[in-house]
């Protein structure tokens, strides 16, 4: 046992390196408050789909950019919900009751669970479609509260004049979507404005988990001239079904986003996920700089993108006219 003398002298000696350490750290360190402790941030995704990925990948990526690595000066936990909304509950509320410095939700149903079940820890939402009919936020400009994000707001209208510039002849459409989705709710409600004024008729195409899409789609067979689907995770991620069998009926299917262009959708008139998941990374950088969530604007994407799908083209029939290709700016296929 040390003697008292000899012990005060060790713990000052310790205190003193202690303070000199703490001095001298690199300004590298990022931490906003000086305590030193790693941030910790919870990324809560609710299904693998590539544009989710795409979008998760490129935020952590910028995150790094910005001076923020996970297991160097933050700390990143990335849970992933596999499509099952009590997972998602589960891990909003794991989040929650580790304290994390910030929660990063992407996709409306992601954002949905994390905020019922705090107002307190940061929320930053990312690539929700209508996070106000979603009651994500109750003001686009002032979220106010805990909450702000990132919006990939697109057109059914854009997208239907797109449609109609490659299959000139629909009189038909089918809505393809999960109706509890309320990010493609707000859309299919556009598209269903859209068709009364261009005479149309919306044929309803709803499903409650991507194990119905087979027979949804094969449903819309003989009922549809061309199929709408709205930027819904549910169908995302079983896009590959949807294309096997619309292909085969030499049905157009009309998507809401690029990675379902590429996932075999003839066409749409989208944003960029990648730039969505930088965008998404600079607002979390000002959070952890200590800036609160509710006083940043909500950002939505202005870059709108038409891509298209050679290969769908060519297997349901038809031809994609010259000015529509020369105007796109990704083309999947050969
Ligand atoms: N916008 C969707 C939402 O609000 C999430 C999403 C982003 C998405 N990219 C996508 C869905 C691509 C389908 C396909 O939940």
């Known amino acids: 046992m040390k003697k008292p003398l000899a012990a ?29 402790a790693k941030k910790k941030i919870g990324i809560v995704q609710i299904v693998e789909h590539p544009s989710l990925n795409t979008i998760r990948e490129s ?8 001076g923020y690595k996970d297991g160097e000066n933050i700390t990143i936990d990335y849970q992933n919900a596999q499509g099952d909304q009590s997972n998602l509950k589960t891990i909003a509320q794991k989040f929650v009751s580790n304290k994390y410095d910030l929660i990063v939700a992407i996709a409306t149903p992601s954002a949905q669970a994390v905020v019922s079940e705090t107002k307190d820890i940061p929320i930053l939402f990312s690539a929700c479609t209508d996070p106000l009919g979603s009651g994500l936020v109750t003001n686009m400009d002032k979220p106010n509260g805990n909450v702000t994000g990132t ?18 002849d629909i009189k038909r459409i089918g809505a393809l979507y999960n109706a509890s989705e309320t990010n493609s709710v707000s859309v299919i409600n556009n598209l269903k404005d859209y068709a009364k004024k261009n005479n149309m008729t919306v044929v309803e195409g709803t499903v409650t988990n991507s194990s119905d899409v087979q027979q ?3 449903s819309l067979v003989g009922k549809v001239d061309a199929i709408f ?46 730039v969505l998941g930088k965008e998404t990374a600079n607002m979390a950088v000002e959070i952890l700089k200590g800036k609160k969530a509710g006083d940043l604007p909500v950002k ?18 038809i ?7 020369k105007a ?5 296929g050969n």
């Open 8 to 36: 005060l002298i060790s713990v000052i000696m310790t205190m003193t390196l202690m303070f000199s350490l703490t001095a001298c750290a690199p300004s590298k360190a990022v931490n906003s408050d000086n305590s030193g």
């Open 59 to 66: 935020l952590i990526k910028e995150l790094q950019v910005k």
């Open 151 to 168: 919006s990939d707001a697109v057109s059914a209208e854009k997208i239907m004049d797109l449609a109609k510039r490659i299959t000139p």
């Open 216 to 218: 949804t789609v094969t």
């Open 229 to 274: 689907s709205p930027i819904d995770n549910t169908v995302a991620s079983a896009m590959p079904v949807v294309t096997q069998i619309a292909n085969k009926a030499k049905i157009p299917v009309y998507v809401g986003a690029d990675s379902m262009v590429k996932d075999g959708g003839l066409a749409t008139y989208g944003i960029n996920y990648d």
């Open 300 to 317: 939505t994407m202005k870059d709108m993108n038409i891509y298209l799908n050679k290969d769908t083209a060519k297997a349901i029939g």
């Open 319 to 325: 031809n994609l006219p010259d000015d529509v290709l």
């Open 328 to 332: 796109a700016t990704q083309v999947f």
